[in-house]
Nanobody, 127 residues
Framework: QVQLVESGGGSVQAGDSLRLSCAAS????????MGWFRQAPGKEREFVAG????????PYADSVKGRFTISRDNARNTVYLQMNSLKPEDTAVYSC????????????????????WGQGTQVTVSS
């Protein structure tokens, strides 16, 4: 069975940094498109960042561009989200997700196109 397990969340002050990790098992990680999404209470789940199978394509939401960096280590079956200059509006549950095989560009941004999801990790940013 496929498992995606996030870690690295916590409570920090505005301006601080966190690095989230997502460890994958039960799938061919090196051929999977990976993404990070977040959801705050009362809001829709939103796209944060995505990464292609080889790591060469890394789209970001406009709200995090320049502050967040997505990366992957296919040897360790792990995807990361480095979050710098955190803001209170970044507060949310962050989840990683996987798509099997290749994806057209628009699929990176669309939660419904992902096949597998982790349970999420809470990130809280105080002003």
């Amino acid at each position: 069975q496929v498992q995606l397990v996030e870690s690295g969340g916590g409570s920090v002050q505005a301006g601080d940094s966190l690095r989230l990790s997502c460890a994958a098992s039960g799938l061919t990680f090196s051929t999977s498109v990976m993404g990070w999404f977040r959801q705050a209470p009362g809001k829709e789940r939103e796209f944060v960042a995505g990464i292609s199978r080889g790591g060469g394509f890394t789209p970001y939401a406009d709200s995090v561009k320049g502050r967040f960096t997505i990366s992957r280590d296919n040897a360790r079956n792990t995807v990361y989200l480095q979050m710098n200059s955190l803001k209170p509006e970044d507060t949310a549950v962050y989840s990683c997700a996987a798509q099997k095989g290749s994806a057209i560009t628009s699929y990176y941004y669309t939660a419904a196109r992902y096949d597998y999801w982790g349970q999420g990790t809470q990130v809280t940013v105080s002003s």
